[in-house]
C-alpha cells in the first residue's frame, strides 16, 4: 500500500493562494487515479479534484472550478493542488488519497480511494 504525505497548508486571507504538495512512497505511476478530499468540521468528506496518472485527464468540483488546478509531477512522485482565489468555504482538512484499480474518468467518492494522506489543514480567513 503507498504512503501518502501532504504538506502546504496553512492560513491564508480570501483571494490568496496556497499550494498542497502530496508525496508517495512510491511511484505515482502505480496508481490509476489520485485525488484531494476535503472535510470540514460536521461535514462530509468530498471530492474536490481527481487526476487520471496515465493521461493526465482532470476532473473537479463545480465550486472549485477555475480556482483550483491538480496536477502531478510522476518523475517526484508528487501530486500538487494549486488553490487560488481562496474562499472561506474552501476551510478544511485537506487529504491526499489514490487508487489503483479504477480509471479514467475517475471517480469522486472517497470510498473509491483505498490509501490515503493524514491531511493538512487549510484556513481561509475573509
Known amino acids: 500500500q503507498v504512503q501518502l504525505v501532504e504538506s502546504g497548508g496553512g492560513s491564508v486571507q480570501a483571494g490568496g493562494s496556497l499550494r498542497l504538495s502530496c508525496v508517495g512512497s512510491?511511484?505515482?505511476?502505480?496508481?490509476?487515479?489520485m485525488a484531494w478530499f476535503r472535510q470540514a468540521p460536521g461535514k462530509e468528506r468530498e471530492g474536490v479534484a481527481a487526476?487520471?496518472?496515465?493521461?493526465?485527464?482532470?476532473y473537479y468540483t463545480d465550486s472549485v472550478k477555475g480556482r483550483f488546478t491538480i496536477s502531478r509531477d510522476s518523475a517526484k512522485n508528487t501530486l500538487y493542488l494549486q488553490m487560488n482565489s481562496v474562499k472561506p468555504e474552501d476551510t478544511a482538512m485537506y487529504y491526499c488519497?489514490?487508487?489503483?484499480?479504477?480509471?479514467?474518468?475517475?471517480?469522486?467518492?472517497?470510498?473509491?480511494?483505498?490509501?490515503w494522506g493524514q491531511g493538512t489543514q487549510v484556513t481561509v480567513s475573509s
Open positions: 488519497a489514490a487508487q489503483s484499480y479504477v480509471g479514467s474518468p475517475c471517480p469522486m467518492s472517497p470510498l473509491r480511494y483505498n490509501a
Open positions: 512510491r511511484g505515482i505511476s502505480y496508481s490509476s487515479c
Open positions: 487526476i487520471y496518472i496515465g493521461g493526465g485527464s482532470t
